[in-house]
């Protein structure tokens, strides 16, 4: 990949979330804090899934991958931010940047996909309960996670290879805390209107596609939780999907506001904020939101500490 002949430039300066000196301690100790339990969260049910065999089923296989994507880019995204909240030089270089852009867009492009994946495996656990085990085989469970890679490879490659055909003359401060797309935009002395339209498409895609499926899962859901005669059946059914669906409206609402509006309507500065909710805050939330709060992993940690304990 040739990166040196389509740029001036040859490292960029991050600004980060904030340029007051004064808060920048507090909001290392409040990111370290934040990725510790983001690493442990994540870390932990990965080793749980793999070490327990009743929990080696389709919903957690999803799980397990929605830890693995979260574990990854939040590593790619929250120890350079907290490396700049104490440098004095916030500077990243210009493969570096690029490097950390392809990743970003494919862990975050991978996530959309994963939820939308789980979404669907909800509703065929409780709309065709009797056909589960066939409809989501393992077969099917490692095609549908090929899938989400291979699309998700395909888009942050479009992203990143747009963006390596720009030039990049003088400007090379970026108002944000890492290499977002639109940050970097901001910054080329060469027409930016492909990049644009590349990432409307892209985002729509990866935004759209999910949240109709999505819809239209939930809809089925609905519909047979309905039918559901007793009280107690029908609180069980919405408890499977209940953290889902908050996550889901957090994830893409956050996302939706930070990439589908003209670049006019929203200043970076605000972006920069909605981008936190989903690069930071929701790797941290979904170990708790998705599995903690379950019951077979509730009792799968039991066991686990037990074990130790008597060993």
């Known amino acids: 990949m040739d990166i040196g002949n389509r740029s001036l430039v040859t490292e960029f300066i991050l600004l980060g979330l904030t340029e007051y000196s004064k808060i920048k301690l507090p909001l290392f100790f409040l990111f370290l804090g ?12 990965l080793i749980l899934i793999g070490l327990n065999h009743h929990l080696h089923t389709p919903m957690y296989y999803f799980i397990f991958n929605l830890s693995f994507i979260d574990l990854c880019y939040s590593s790619v995204i929250t120890p350079k931010l907290l490396v ?4 004095i030089m916030t500077i990243i270089s210009y493969g570096g940047c690029m490097t950390q852009l392809f990743f970003y867009c494919f862990l975050v492009s991978a996530e959309c996909y ?3 994946v789980m979404a669907y ?3 065929v656990a ?32 479009a992203h990143t290879g747009c963006m390596l055909r720009l030039t990049f003359c003088n400007a090379n401060t970026i108002n944000h805390y890492m290499c977002e797309i639109l940050a970097l935009l901001e910054l080329s002395c060469t027409s930016t209107h492909i990049n644009e339209l590349v990432v409307f498409i892209i985002v729509g895609f990866a935004i759209g596609v999910p949240i109709l499926t999505i819809i239209v899962s939930y809809s ?3 519909s047979s939780i309905l039918h559901i005669r007793s009280t107690e059946g029908r609180s069980k059914a919405f408890s499977t999907c209940s953290s889902h669906i908050v996550v889901v ?9 930070m990439y589908l509006h003209p670049s006019s309507v929203l200043s970076m ?11 930071i805050v929701i790797p941290m939330l979904n170990p708790l939101i998705y599995s903690f709060r379950n019951k077979e992993v509730k009792v799968a940690i039991k066991k686990s500490l037990s074990r130790k304990t008597f060993s």
Do not use: E, H
């Open 34 to 45: 934040i990725y510790i339990l983001t690493v442990a969260g994540n870390l932990g049910l």
């Open 84 to 87: 700049n909240f104490v440098s």
């Open 114 to 116: 994963v939820l939308t």
């Open 121 to 123: 495996d909800r509703s």
């Open 126 to 157: 409780i709309c065709r309960p009797l056909l589960y085990t066939v409809t989501m085989s393992p077969q099917v469970c490692s095609m549908l996670t090929a899938i989400v890679y291979v699309v998700a490879f395909i888009g942050a490659w």
């Open 220 to 222: 089925f859901i609905i």
């Open 249 to 257: 409206f957090i994830f893409f609402g956050s996302g939706s506001f």
């Open 269 to 279: 500065d605000q972006g920069k904020m909605s981008t936190v909710f989903y690069t």
